[in-house]
């Protein structure tokens, strides 16, 4: 809702800056050719042309540019506005929204791909136990990791509190990448003002079917998830 309220605000002010245009044009039409009615008595046909023709090469040049500028920040405006739609605040990685919109493209044109949801294990307890400022810190932490982690062409979102989405090419070696992404995470501990935290992530993966949703393809990746955090969390389960 806020970011339809900033485009009709910004629909409306380009709205406006015509209407002003085109009212300055014809005051500055009428001015002119009313002075030059005061001055030269009346005007003969070759002085009223060149009035029409003055007066359109004064106003056109400026209230163009002016119609540019503001067309131009209309652009950047909306611009920022669907980056913003699309992302995680606080992690920068894509939210739900962009995620569930890309990986549903992907799977219509029938690309091969697999999804990993991590999940951020005990994660109530670095909240509750060193506040949520450092719950904060290891969100953003988890995302550099799973970001670098990722292969190219990987899609990674930020999809829950503590949980995050990688789609990935099928042929992508799903044990080695958790196996990196786990060896990061215990290298580089969440940087606390309470000190160090060691963070791991259980992993649930589930390779696209042929045909298959992406409902069907999230519902299965979490069945696994939870496969995982059953047998104890900091592990990967695969979806049947």
């Known amino acids: 809702m806020p970011h339809r309220a900033a485009r009709r605000v910004s629909f409306r002010r380009l709205i406006l800056g015509g209407v002003l245009v085109v009212g300055f044009s014809v005051a500055a039409s009428m001015l002119f050719t009313h002075l030059s009615f005061v001055s030269f008595g009346d005007l003969?046909?070759?002085?009223?042309?060149?009035?029409?023709?003055?007066?359109?090469?004064?106003v056109a040049p400026p209230a163009y540019g002016w119609i540019a500028w503001l067309s131009w920040r209309l652009h950047r405006a909306n611009a920022a506005l669907e980056t913003l739609a699309g992302c995680d605040a606080l992690t920068g990685l894509a939210n739900r929204r962009a995620f569930v919109e890309?990986?549903?493209?992907?799977?219509?044109?029938?690309?091969?791909?697999?999804?990993?949801?991590?999940?951020?294990?005990?994660?109530?307890?670095i909240n509750d136990s060193m506040g949520h400022a450092a719950g904060d810190l290891a969100l953003t932490h988890a995302a550099a990791v799973l970001a670098r982690?990722?292969?190219?062409?990987?899609?990674?979102?930020?999809?829950?509190?503590?949980e995050f989405a990688l789609l990935v090419p099928a042929e992508t070696d799903a044990a080695a990448l958790v196996a990196r992404i786990a060896g990061?995470?215990?290298?580089?501990?969440?940087?606390?003002?309470?000190g160090l935290q060691r963070m791991t992530c259980s992993f649930g993966v589930a390779?696209?079917?042929?045909?298959?949703?992406?409902?069907?393809?999230?519902?299965?990746?979490?069945?696994?998830?939870?496969?995982?955090?059953?047998g104890g969390r900091d592990r990967m389960a695969l979806a049947g």
């Open 44 to 58: 003969e046909y070759g002085g009223a042309m060149w009035a029409a023709a003055i007066v359109p090469l004064l």
């Open 102 to 125: 890309d990986a549903r493209a992907r799977l219509a044109a029938g690309a091969p791909v697999q999804l990993l949801i991590a999940d951020i294990d005990h994660f109530k307890r």
């Open 184 to 194: 990061e995470l215990a290298h580089m501990p969440v940087p606390a003002a309470a």
């Open 207 to 230: 390779v696209a079917q042929p045909g298959e949703s992406l409902d069907a393809l999230l519902s299965r990746a979490d069945a696994a998830l939870y496969a995982a955090k059953d």
């Open 149 to 162: 982690a990722a292969p190219e062409g990987g899609l990674v979102a930020r999809i829950g509190g503590e």
